[in-house]
């Protein structure tokens, strides 16, 4: 490498190119292992599955989970209430179930699918007879 004082000209010789080169090479290498090091750290969780059934009787769809069975409450849209993700439906991945922030998982729970006009679902627990009053404004199932 050659540097004229006059102006600054960086002049590489073949050897000079040989190293910056093989330098290239090393930091592009090291950047593919970092990030794939990175990748998997990320563990996958492995989500208990909700069963589905089709409730004839009733016409609508019921999620089961460890004998209990939840029916539609209503849409929901207010994520601030979204808990921690603690399932999927039965077969499809892409689905899933959350706690409600403040409320028991076996009385309450959000089933989210990604849709375009919005998935967010209240789903509650048969047998539950106390609703709170804040989602009464979501309520647009009566099973």
Known sequence: MIISANHLTLHFTG???RVLKKLLIIVIALI???NTAGCSLSEKVDYPEYL???NKDLGCIELVYEGITY???GSFGNKK??????GIREGVPDSKIYEIKGY????W????LDVIMGGDMIFKAAGVTEIPSEFEIYRAYDY
């Open 15 to 17: 050897e000079s190119m």
């Open 32 to 34: 593919a292992v970092l």
């Open 52 to 54: 589905v059934y089709e």
């Open 71 to 73: 029916r539609p409450f």
């Open 81 to 86: 209430l979204m808990g921690t993700q603690i």
């Open 104 to 107: 028991d998982s076996t009385q």
């Open 109 to 112: 729970i959000i089933d989210y």
